[in-house]
């Protein structure tokens, strides 16, 4: 089991940047990939962005390419979410999570396949 502290949440105007970061420990965080997910209200919990354990092949969501970008330190055990040009539909808690499978060899984007789940943190963007 690996544990997950999310961070960098906070309130920003449309067109803003923040950048949130996911610390990492328990279980080699190396070997498996990493995504962030979020959660408006009243919405169902959706995936945002994928990082593969090695650091290559990232996968996004449409709506937030180009804006977004994931990156991992594995030194650090944090994997960071990146956005830019923030719109107030990107307003949601964001749930950092690893795979439950090691040395995946391709990153997924079901919620169903992340096994460990931080706590949230919560990004407002104002109009």
């Known amino acids: 089991q690996v544990q997950l502290v999310e961070s960098g949440g906070g309130l920003v105007q449309a067109g803003g940047s923040l950048r949130l970061s996911c610390a990492a420990s328990?279980?080699?965080?190396?070997?498996?990939?990493m995504g962030w997910f979020r959660q408006a209200p009243g919405k169902e919990r959706e995936f945002v962005a994928a990082?593969?354990?090695?650091?290559?092949?990232?996968k996004y969501q449409d709506s937030v390419k180009g804006r977004f970008t994931i990156s991992r330190d594995n030194a650090k055990n944090t994997v960071y979410l990146q956005m830019n040009s923030l719109k107030p539909e990107d307003t949601a808690v964001y749930y950092c999570a690893a795979d439950g499978l090691a040395w995946r060899s391709v990153v997924l984007t079901s919620i169903e396949n992340y096994e460990d789940w931080g706590q949230g943190t919560q990004v407002t963007v104002s109009p």
């Open positions: 328990g279980r080699t965080f190396s070997r498996y990939s």
């Open positions: 990082i593969k354990w090695s650091g290559d092949r990232p």
